[in-house]
């Protein structure tokens, strides 16, 4: 490792087949602490180069623990993490709307870093209890339409350097590495990231791919279509920007969408706009990127994928998705 350091401090960049084998060295315990926090360090002051990147995510994929839903056409809505806008849990939300919109979701997630609240973080607070058990997860699909993989149960490099992340407390390639490696590699994915720079990485990325996907970046720095600004989508069919009017909305100011000062204030937030009790603001901004998800599928006029989301919500068919999720854990 010292060796490497050393290179990067120099500002020499890792080619492809060096980036996957250190990861996999990393996941099987060969370097220290300290050795691996200088490491991610090294990322946070330059950056992450396509190489890189897709040599971690290659070395996560080879490594991790594979989830086979084959029979269903699934999506993935994750976000990188690491905007710094402490949000209520809007892409997990838009998940439990998309799938009480018909669609099976196979959700990807962690406890938040940079946050307060991560996907993970809300899920275990009301109930849900994290598992590998591929048999139960296809169970959990069939039966409410989702599932959830907490990463670090399906990623042994991600569970190693877990608690060096919390210690560092800030955004690392391990944020950008996350939507790229769901266990199960659903057909469709949205994908939000914090920084328009990811944002064309991602793009470059997912065109290597078969995959249906969107990525998502709000111009004023959110990993999601915030509707506080214009949002910028890269998708296979291109790149285009979307105002808050194009979901027939007016422009949100960036409080009404906090996701508070604790875990519990976010899942209360959560149950309330399941429920169809969340504020105006919040439901629309859970319609935005529902509708984006929906549109991914279905590629309908964005208005179509809106009154399916509104629908989703209106019939409480999205809480009943969350309730059935729930009462499976029993």
Do not use: W
């Amino acid at each position: 490792m010292k060796r490497i350091l050393d290179a990067l401090y120099r500002q020499q960049k890792l080619g492809y087949e060096e980036a996957r084998e250190i990861l996999i060295n990393i996941a099987q315990g060969k370097y220290n602490h300290s050795q691996i926090a200088s490491f991610l360090t090294v990322f946070m002051m330059r950056g992450v180069s396509v190489d890189e990147l897709t040599g971690f995510r290659d070395a996560l994929m080879e490594l991790c623990l594979r989830i086979d839903l084959d029979g269903y056409d699934t999506i993935d809505l994750c976000g990188t993490g690491g905007d710094e806008k402490n949000t209520f849990n809007i892409s997990t939300l838009a998940s439990f709307v998309v799938a009480g919109a018909g669609v099976k979701v196979a959700k990807h997630g962690n406890y938040g870093v940079s946050s307060i609240s991560g996907s993970s973080n809300v899920l275990e607070y009301l109930g849900y209890r994290f598992k590998s058990d591929q048999n139960i997860l296809r169970k959990e699909i069939e039966l409410a339409g989702i599932c959830f993989m907490h990463a670090p149960l399906f990623h042994p490099a991600m569970k190693t350097v877990a608690p060096i992340r919390r210690d560092l407390g800030v955004k690392t390639f391990f944020n950008m590495l996350g939507p790229m490696v769901n266990p199960s590699s659903p057909k469709f994915q949205i994908v939000g990231v914090f920084s328009l720079e990811l944002a064309r990485m991602y793009q470059y990325i997912y065109q290597q791919t078969n995959k249906n996907y969107a990525i998502i970046f709000g111009l004023d720095g959110y990993d999601e279509c915030s509707l506080t600004s214009a949002t910028k989508v890269f998708s296979n069919h291109g790149e285009y920007l979307l105002s808050p009017e194009d979901f027939r909305f007016s422009k949100l100011l960036q409080e009404e969408i906090y996701g508070g000062d604790s875990i519990k204030s976010s899942a209360d937030i959560f149950i309330k706009v399941l429920s169809g009790e969340g504020t105006q603001p919040q439901e629309q901004v859970v319609i935005a990127n529902t509708a984006l998800a929906l549109q991914c599928i279905f590629e309908e006029p964005l208005s179509e994928s809106i009154a399916r989301a509104k629908e989703s919500i209106l019939s409480k068919k999205a809480f009943q998705t969350f309730q059935t999720l729930i009462q499976l854990q029993q």
